[in-house]
């Protein structure tokens, strides 16, 4: 088995990867040559540059297996989470090219900054407020029922920040909750055991709310879990039309 | 960006691009539309003279094109206000595609009459 | 930005000015056969309540749909807020709607 290992050696071909470097607004692209593998991910790019290249490389990672969201960046040009993307998928003329996700400020290298992405998730109402104690009993939701199957069609979020990045309205609108956020209002807005329902509502109806949202479904194209954000922001607009005609009264 | 791909690159962001680029140039064209037709009240000869201009062949093409303007910007409205307002549809992309063809056959209605 | 005021706003006088553009290209389309003429034009309009009516809200509905869609515009490619931005977009409704006045007013007057 040894000399098969010494064939793949010898015929090993290398991609040239573009890393960016670098802290805050300041940066520039750095290249690195990278052995070329049958199966391999972006994410291995990135780790065995840190690993053989250059230690100093700064990048963020958990699971590997496309469930903690943390290891999303922009590989050449779009966002993506590159644990579950093949270089094979996206190498472009032989060239990778990976920056930190857009529309975050940048801690290092490609490690970008998420606060501001969880801050308007806690702004756009995206938690629960219970409505029981544990002494109630546990009201029965029918999993066919219409609002349970909205909550299905979008819960299943793993908070990558990849629409966030998509979306040009985030970019635009410093105060814009973003598809993400307003993803999750939607899914607990449809939440019969919440009890906050007015104010989410209210929430998500300001100058950065959900009527800021222009429908061009970057968020869609890119969601790697092919969650419908744009659909879940229609929802809420319907709700918050609604409750405008209901508050006119 | 040496890669000309990017998250803007697929068809929906297009149409976003095409509703923002024809709304903002319809209403830059707005303010010019109403000052030519009040020369009806104080000026009916120069209100026929751009009457006149209007049948220059480049100006009838500029018509066209504002014509193709009004007719996106309203078939794309209304499938936005059916994307918001109507039950998810996945078609999106076709209903953005049938807009802009609407739109084209509309503005080229026009231009069929008016040469 | 937009909320939902300014949405509601938005959506109703664009569902408002479907029907009315429509009309509108109707009429383009019909009358500019042969080239136009302000005694064509005005021969249709002139002292007329329906067309005066028809124009009216059309002028009323863009005013307001126009502001909104610009001040958007405004606010996400040059980053204009706050009061310069409500300014601006009260400025730009009143404007168009003065100026369209006038103009159904010239066209419709008997
Ligand atoms: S559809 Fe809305 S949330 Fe999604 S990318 Fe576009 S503006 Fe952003
Ligand atoms: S909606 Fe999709 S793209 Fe956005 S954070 Fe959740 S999983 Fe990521
Ligand atoms: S490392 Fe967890 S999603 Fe990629």
Same mark, same amino acid.
């Given at each position: 088995?040894g000399?098969?290992?010494?064939i ?7 991609? $040239?990867?573009?890393?960016w470097?670098?802290q805050?607004d ?6 690195f040559?990278?052995p070329e ?11 065995? +540059? ?5 230690p ?7 699971c590997?297996v ?5 290891c ?5 040009g779009?966002?993506?989470? $590159?644990?579950?993307t ?7 003329g032989g ?7 857009r ?5 290092k ?7 501001g992405?969880?801050d ?6 995206g938690?629960?407020?219970?409505t ?5 009993e546990?009201p ?10 909205e +909550?299905?069609n979008a +819960?299943e979020c793993i908070n990558c920040?990849i629409?966030?990045?998509?979306c040009?309205?985030?970019?635009a609108?410093p105060d814009?909750l973003g598809p ?5 209002a939607? $899914? ?6 919440d ?22 479904q ?5 969601c790697?879990?092919?969650?419908n954000?744009?659909?879940?922001i229609?929802?809420?607009?319907r709700?918050?039309?609604k409750?405008?005609f209901?508050?006119?009264? | 960006m !040496?890669?000309?791909?990017?998250h803007r ?9 095409l509703?923002r680029?024809s ?5 830059l064209?707005?303010?010019?539309h109403?000052?030519?037709? !009040?020369?009806a009240?104080?000026?009916?000869a120069r209100l026929?003279?751009?009457l ?15 014509v ?7 078939f794309g409205g ?9 039950p998810?549809?996945g078609r999106?992309?076709?209903y953005a ?6 739109a084209?056959l509309v503005?080229g209605?026009?231009l069929?009459?008016?040469? | ?7 509601? =706003? ?11 553009v429509?009309?509108?290209?109707a009429?383009?389309v ?5 080239? =136009?003429s302000?005694?064509?034009i005005l021969g249709?309009?002139?002292g007329s309540l329906?067309w ?6 059309f002028?009323?509905?863009?005013s307001v ?5 610009l001040?958007?515009?405004l606010?996400e ?7 310069g931005?409500?300014?601006?977009t009260?400025?730009?409704g009143l ?5 369209g006045?006038r103009?159904?007013y010239?066209v419709t007057a008997a």
């Open positions: 088995m000399n098969a290992v010494d793949v050696a010898e015929r090993e071909t290398h991609m $040239t990867v573009r890393v470097r670098g805050g300041q940066g520039r692209y750095e290249s040559e990278v593998r049958e199966n391999q991910t972006v994410l291995d790019v990135v780790t065995w +540059i840190q690993q053989n290249a250059d100093s490389l700064s990048y963020r990672y958990a590997r496309g469930m903690c969201g943390s999303a960046m922009t590989v050449n779009k966002p993506r989470w $590159t644990c579950r093949h270089v094979q998928k996206v190498l472009d060239i990778l090219e990976i920056a930190p996700l529309n975050m400020p940048v801690i290298d490609l490690a970008a900054d998420m606060s992405f969880f308007k998730w806690v702004a756009a109402e938690v629960f407020h219970p029981a104690t544990r002494t109630d546990i029965k939701i029918d999993p066919r029922e219409e609002r349970r199957v +909550i299905d +819960i920040g629409c966030y990045a998509a040009d309205v985030v970019a609108n814009y993400a956020a307003l993803n999750r939607w $899914t607990l807005v449809n939440d019969q055991k009890g906050a329902r007015d104010a989410r509502l209210a929430a998500v109806s300001g100058g950065g709310g959900c009527h800021n949202c222009h429908s061009q970057g968020c869609v194209q890119h790697p879990n092919d969650l954000p744009t659909a879940s229609a929802g809420l607009k709700e918050t039309a409750s405008f209901k508050w006119r009264r | !040496s890669l000309a791909r990017t690159s697929h068809p929906l962001w297009y149409a976003y691009a509703h680029v709304g903002l140039l319809l209403a064209f707005l303010p010019l109403f000052w030519v037709l !009040s020369f009240l104080t000026d009916p026929d003279g751009f006149h201009w209007a049948d220059l062949p480049a100006v009838k093409l500029a018509e066209f094109g504002l193709f303007l009004l007719a996106v910007h309203m209304l499938r936005l206000i059916a994307l918001e307002f109507l998810w549809s999106q992309k076709a595609a049938a807009a802009a063809a609407l084209f503005a209605l026009f069929l009459r008016a040469v | 930005m937009l909320d939902l005021r300014l949405y509601m =706003l938005q959506r109703i006088t664009a569902i408002l000015m479907a029907p009315l429509l009309t509108h290209i009429v383009m019909y009358a500019i056969q042969g080239g =136009l302000a005694a064509e249709r309009t002139q329906g005066a009516a028809f124009y009216g809200l002028v009323a509905a863009v749909h126009a502001a909104i869609g001040r958007a515009i606010h490619m040059a980053g204009l807020r706050g009061t931005l409500a300014i601006f009260w400025a730009a404007g168009l709607f003065a100026m006045a103009a159904v010239a």
